[in-house]
């Protein structure tokens, strides 16, 4: 299996240019997160979805949108970058049980904004 | 809502030092509790966990015992290592919708 893969692994933008971080899991996990870590920061939560199709915000979701087609795949849109959307993104996912939430991380993209 | 407070760090020890990194949480019910390894330039691994009180999570050396009397997740290592450079998240999970809530990562550095 070869978990959660998230690409590219690094990125430029310039102000204003939009792309879409891709994320694929095979490990047939109904939930999905996405999480940008600022420097030296913890973890925040962008968006996640519970299954294709089904989708929802988490803390910090304004400047993106996400969509959940099929259960692997998990892309997240930038529009209009911005510099204050530096920073490093991960991917992960699980399938949650009861209170027992074990997530599987990606290795991550890091998007720098100019 | 659920809350995780971690030790600021950078905690810097010498080779083969006790290590102890403090967390305490805040969250209703009987949440799990994990602790999350991130190495430089990687993303972050899971470590150990525990699902339930006194339960003891263990892996590569380092343990945290699961306390519901003082809502701690403390990580310890007897005897830390160079390659255990890294910073380290304490998380739970609880019923609110499953999600992780981190705590905001502690920096370790060993030096030989």
């Known amino acids: 299996n070869a978990g959660v893969t998230q690409t590219p692994k690094f990125r430029i933008l310039k102000i204003g240019q939009s792309m879409t971080l891709q994320c694929a899991q095979d490990?047939?996990?109904?939930?999905m997160y996405w999480y940008r870590q600022d420097p030296g920061m913890g973890l925040k939560l962008i968006y996640y979805?519970?299954?294709?199709?089904?989708?929802d915000k988490g803390e910090v979701p304004n400047g993106y949108n996400v969509s959940r087609s099929t259960t692997e795949d998990f892309p997240l849109r930038l529009e209009l970058a911005a510099p204050s959307q530096t920073s490093v993104y991960f991917c992960?996912?699980?399938?949650?049980?009861?209170?027992?939430?074990?997530?599987?991380f990606g290795p991550g993209t890091r998007l720098t904004v100019l | 809502g659920d809350s995780v407070t971690q030790m600021e760090g950078p905690v810097t020890l010498s080779e083969e030092a006790f290590l102890t990194i403090n967390c305490t949480y805040t969250?209703?019910?009987?949440?799990?509790l994990f602790w999350y390894v991130q190495y430089p330039g990687e993303g972050l691994q899971l470590l150990l966990k525990?699902?339930?009180?006194?339960d003891k999570g263990s892996n590569k050396g380092f343990e945290a015992t699961y306390r519901k009397e003082t809502t701690s997740f403390h990580l310890e290592k007897g005897s830390v290592q160079v390659s255990d450079s890294a910073v380290y998240f304490c998380?739970?999970?609880?019923?609110?919708?499953?999600?992780?809530?981190f705590g905001g990562g502690t920096r370790l550095m060993v030096k030989p």
């Open positions: 979805s519970v299954g294709a199709g089904i989708t």
């Open positions: 998380a739970l999970s609880g019923r609110i919708g499953n999600m992780l809530t």
């Open positions: 969250a209703t019910g009987y949440p799990s």
């Open positions: 490990m047939n996990h109904n939930y």
């Open positions: 525990a699902t339930k009180a006194d």
């Open positions: 992960a996912s699980s399938t949650p049980s009861g209170s027992y939430n074990e997530q599987f």
